[in-house]
């Protein structure tokens, strides 16, 4: 039992768990998760765990019941003796709240830290954090991974000609400008600026866009407001197809109404969030993260080197 490998899941996205079961070539660990009759979850690890590396897959999407489950099974591993317990959260939720930028406001993504320490996580693995700065939130190892090598697969065999790399706003270049290096192509970005929470105003194209196939990166697609307001400024300058590579597909709001109603060609997303089952397929795509976090599960298992993924 000491250092095995175990496996388990929440209910926020098991098809997920289930890809990165196979991967791993080990059955999901078996944990049950109910409600009891007024609501209150209900969590159960239905095997010997002592001494053994446990990774708990769990994305903290909306509704916060899935941040509950995972802290309840952390806590559970942890009275069960685990050797070590990894929270494996592909979606990191609360980070858009990472620092104290009005007044009577809390900073979520410190809160959730925290809480996921106390309840008993060792280690956290995660996928492109909203901001890079809460890694530092933490006092136990975060291991970050990035849905670029996936995307830019993908975009390499689309096999577009003319491409440029936009950046939706100056946060993204330094990411945007990874990817445009190692698809060799120009890079763009967008100056916006945010008048209301959750409303985005373009202000400038900086770059050349005309008559060039465009490719959007972005570590999120919430309400799509500011993707499908980037997009149209492109549009009115001159570019040809649009395409959108988005990590996590939150799609809340009024997501979907806004993209099939902007120049946008295609919305390609991974599976850190399940995507919604009223999202046309003719517009969204999903490419699959599972081996990604697969091979980072057992590099972190056998006390191996996760950086390298990225070399």
């Known amino acids: 039992m000491k250092d095995e490998l175990k496996l388990f899941c929440g209910n926020s996205n098991r098809p997920l768990s289930e890809k990165i079961s196979r991967y791993l070539d ?3 660990s078996n944990a049950f998760i109910d409600r009891f009759s007024d609501g209150e979850i209900h969590v159960k690890i239905h095997e010997n765990v002592r001494g053994a590396d446990i990774f708990i897959v769990q994305s903290t999407h909306a509704p916060a019941e899935h941040l509950m489950e995972l802290l309840l099974m952390l806590d559970a591993a942890r009275r069960a ?9 592909p979606y990191f939720g609360y980070a858009r709240q990472d620092r104290k930028d009005q007044p009577r406001v809390p900073i979520s993504a410190k809160l959730i830290a925290n809480l996921l320490t106390q309840a008993g996580a060792n280690r956290v693995l995660t996928m492109d954090l909203h901001a890079a700065q809460i890694q530092g939130f933490f006092d136990i190892p975060l291991d ?13 065999e689309r096999r577009l000609p003319d491409t440029v790399l936009v950046a939706p706003d100056p946060g993204s270049i330094a990411m945007t400008r990874y990817f445009a290096q190692r698809l ?4 763009a970005f967008i100056d ?28 999120m697609i919430n309400t799509a407001s500011t993707l499908c307001k980037g997009a149209q400024a492109l549009n009115e300058l001159g570019a040809k197809q649009i395409f959108a590579y988005c990590t996590h597909p939150v799609l809340s709001g009024p997501a979907l109404e806004n993209v099939s ?16 089952p009223d999202a046309a397929e003719d517009t969204f795509e999903v490419v699959s993260v599972s081996e990604l976090f697969g091979e980072a599960i057992k590099r972190i298992h056998n006390e191996e080197s996760v950086t390298s993924l990225f070399d």
């Not at 003796?81 to 959260?89: F, L, Y």
């Not at 990035?146 to 993908?154: D, T």
């Not at 060799?184 to 890079?187: G, P």
């Not at 109603?261 to 919604?276: A, E, F, M, N």
């Open 26 to 28: 080990i059955p999901l």
């Open 81 to 89: 003796s685990a050797r070590r317990i990894t929270a494996v959260i």
């Open 144 to 156: 970050h991974l990035f849905a670029a090598p996936v995307f830019i697969k993908h975009i390499k």
């Open 184 to 187: 060799k192509t120009s890079l």
């Open 192 to 219: 916006k600026r945010r008048p209301e929470q959750d409303q985005t105003e373009v202000m400038n194209v900086i770059g050349e866009v005309d008559g060039k196939n465009v490719v959007i990166q972005d570590d």
């Open 261 to 276: 109603q902007s120049p946008i060609t295609k919305v390609v997303v991974t599976d850190t969030i399940p995507l919604r």
